[in-house]
């Protein structure tokens, strides 16, 4: 596997996107509520710090999402979005939306336990030949301990993921 881009921040690979296993048994239900950012692989669209997600269940099944960030000038930067499980039958797959017209990001919930940590996966391939990931460790607390982000890097090394490259961490909250 290659990457192609600076190691520092978010990277393109060649190749097809690793296919990690997912979390079985999920319950989208119990995962509604407030996540915090604990770690995460470089994301060129996540500008800020003190990262967080708030997903709430609608009526129609699909979630809305929440996501906030503290930007370097103080202020919060926020967007909403939608999700939805893609597939019934393996409901820790969703796809996530946030601009109409533009198609569903992959969110791959691979890890869960509900009330303390969760790990999430996001590949899309381009062109045949590529492709751009991201990976989070989200938190219901704004702190995990160093064994568990641990386990969690080893189940995304696990499922083909190159975790071989700066994390970036979030350890300034609000």
Not at 53 to 71: F, I, Q, R
Not at 140 to 148: E, G, M, S, Y
Request: aromatic fraction near 14%; proline fraction near 5%; charge should be negative.
């Amino acid at each position: 596997m290659y990457s192609i881009g600076p190691t520092d921040t978010q990277s393109f690979h060649l190749g097809n996107c690793p296919q990690p296993s997912v979390q079985e048994d999920f319950n989208v239900t119990e995962y509604m509520g407030t996540w915090y950012e604990i770690e995460k692989l470089p994301a060129a669209f996540e500008r800020g710090k003190c990262n967080r997600a708030t997903y709430s269940l609608l009526a129609d099944g699909t979630v809305k999402v929440h996501n906030a960030e503290l930007l370097s000038n103080g202020k919060i930067n926020s967007i909403d979005g939608v999700a939805k499980v893609i597939n019934e039958s393996q409901p820790a797959i969703l796809g996530v939306s946030f601009f109409r017209g533009v198609p569903d990001a992959p969110y791959w919930v691979l890890s869960t336990d509900y009330q303390s940590y969760t790990l999430v996966y996001s590949c899309s391939e381009y062109f045949g030949f590529f492709y751009i990931d991201f990976a989070w460790i989200l938190a219901r607390t704004q702190a995990l301990t160093v064994d568990v982000i641990s386990q969690l890097r080893d189940k995304l090394a696990a499922g083909g993921v190159n975790v071989n490259r700066p994390y970036s961490l979030q350890p300034d909250w609000l």
